[in-house]
Nanobody
C-alpha cells in the first residue's frame, strides 16, 4: 500500500512563491508516475500537473510557466514549485500516485492534502 504525505502549504501574498513536497512510502517510487491535483471551495478537483517515471512533466494550461513539478527518486519525493501565485490558485493541493494509459493519467493513491491560500 502506498502512502503519500504532503507538506509546505500555507498563506502567501499574490505574486509570491511556495514549494510543496510529497513523500511517498510503499510501492516502487522510481517506477511510478506522480501528479498534483487541487480543489478549490465549491469546485471539482482538477489536475495541476504530472511527472512520469522518466521525469517528463506536463501541466494544466492554468499553471504553465508558473508551476514546476520535479521529483527526487532517492528521497521518494515529488515537489510542486509554485511561483507568481494568484488568488485563484487558492485550494487544497493533493499529491497523487497513478499510472498512464496512453496519454491519459489515472490517479490511484491520494495524499491527505495541504491548504494553499493566496491572499493579501
Amino acid at each position: 500500500q502506498v502512502q503519500l504525505v504532503e507538506s509546505g502549504g500555507g498563506l502567501v501574498q499574490p505574486g509570491g512563491s511556495l514549494r510543496l513536497s510529497c513523500v511517498a512510502s510503499g510501492g516502487i517510487f522510481r517506477l511510478a508516475s506522480m501528479a498534483w491535483y487541487r480543489q478549490a471551495p465549491g469546485k471539482e478537483r482538477e489536475l495541476v500537473g504530472t511527472v512520469t517515471s522518466g521525469f517528463s512533466p506536463n501541466y494544466a494550461d492554468s499553471v504553465k510557466g508558473r508551476f514546476t513539478i520535479s521529483r527526487d527518486n532517492a528521497k521518494k519525493t515529488v515537489y510542486l514549485e509554485m511561483n507568481m501565485l494568484k488568488p485563484e490558485d487558492t485550494a487544497v493541493y493533493y499529491c497523487n500516485q497513478g499510472r498512464y494509459s496512453g496519454s491519459t493519467y489515472y490517479p490511484v493513491y491520494w495524499g491527505q492534502g495541504t491548504q494553499v491560500t493566496v491572499s493579501s
